[in-house]
């Protein structure tokens, strides 16, 4: 189950990233009306991506530092996902969102997965 979890946050890492490229790409190809809140935005998506992946490599291996970061980012995902469905009207974005991360805690929560944190 830990590893099915390192899959999952894997994806969203390489979604996290994907979107901060994308962040990028609008910051220099539109008129944002800060610049540098744009860029700090392309950052903030940026270091989540790098944390989340380093995460997921960590879960891979079933280091016992790897589950926090992976459960802390997941709440914040999640109310991200909440918004997006509910309050902004862009079920197309926060539904998946909100999938990923149901079954990221799922797979975490196991009693597997906790048995594996365990026996390190």
Do not use: H, I
């Not at 935005?41 to 490599?57: K, N, R, S, T």
């Not at 280091?63 to 197309?92: D, I, K, M, T």
Request: aromatic fraction near 14%; charged fraction near 10%.
């Amino acid at each position: 189950m830990v590893r099915r979890a390192a899959l999952v946050a894997a994806v969203e890492a390489t979604a996290l990233a994907l979107v901060a490229l994308w962040l990028l790409y609008l910051t220099f190809t539109s008129t944002p009306d800060s610049v540098s809140r744009a860029l700090a935005e392309v950052v903030y998506v940026g270091f989540f991506a790098v944390l989340l992946g380093a995460a997921a490599v960590g879960l891979w291996r079933v280091s016992p530092w790897a589950r926090a970061p992976v459960v802390c980012l997941q709440l914040l995902l999640g109310l991200f996902g909440y918004y997006s469905a509910f309050e902004w009207g862009g079920a197309w974005v926060g539904v998946p969102v909100l999938v990923l991360v149901a079954t990221e805690l799922y797979l975490l929560a196991t009693p597997e997965a906790r048995l594996a944190f365990l026996e390190r």
